[in-house]
């Protein structure tokens, strides 16, 4: 199995945040801010803030779940501060 990546992207429009997981984080960033994915379409430029890498795609997608779950903007940007993600 190839690795995966969590990533956090912000939008230089209205400052959200937007949680996803990828093989390709960069590839993903330019299809993002091409607006091919349709709940970032109308809220990009988009920005890569944060990555980190994990041994599969399905751990990586697991913790992208979790964050999500969490709906918690002061947990994303401490995340982004420490450069990395303790578990949840």
């Known amino acids: 199995m190839k690795e995966?990546?969590?990533y956090i992207l912000q939008?230089?429009?209205?400052y959200c945040y937007y949680i996803?997981?990828?093989?390709?984080?960069m590839g993903r960033i330019i299809e993002h801010n091409k607006g091919?994915?349709?709940s970032t379409r109308n809220?990009?430029?988009w920005v890569l803030k944060f990555t980190q890498q994990f041994p599969t795609l399905k751990e990586a997608k697991q913790m992208e779940?979790?964050?999500?779950?969490?709906k918690r903007r002061d947990y994303i940007?401490?995340?982004i501060n420490?450069?990395?993600?303790k578990k949840i």
């Open 36 to 38: 091919t994915t349709a």
């Open 77 to 79: 940007e401490k995340i």
């Open 11 to 14: 939008s230089e429009k209205n």
């Open 4 to 6: 995966g990546f969590v």
């Open 65 to 70: 779940y979790k964050l999500k779950k969490l």
């Open 82 to 85: 420490d450069g990395f993600i």
């Open 20 to 25: 996803g997981a990828s093989k390709n984080p």
């Open 43 to 45: 809220k990009g430029p």
